[in-house]
């Protein structure tokens, strides 16, 4: 997540997610669950619903258009191959 989209997150939110308002740009390093909860907020964003949970051309075309965006160096390919190494294959 880059600096701006984290600040406006945290503005968009801290109120609604007070802890939010605790978190640091910084941290997402290392800190899995803030890391998870302020790319949760981005997904809040976004008007179109989330693909279901089995799903992954479905989740990996979603993050890109509302995550890496367009402009990302991300693909949807690159997307399910990274989620198949780190979380298995999907059920």
Known sequence: ???ATFRWLSTK???RYPSVSE???ADQQTDD?????MA???YLAVPE????ACDLI???AYWKRHYNTYLG???VEKYMKAYRLHVGDVS
């Open 1 to 3: 997540m880059e600096p």
């Open 13 to 15: 939110y801290g109120k």
């Open 23 to 25: 978190y640091s740009f």
């Open 33 to 37: 669950h803030q890391a998870t909860v």
């Open 40 to 42: 949760r907020l981005c």
């Open 49 to 52: 619903q989330l693909p279901d």
């Open 58 to 60: 479905g989740q990996a």
């Open 73 to 75: 160096a991300g693909t």
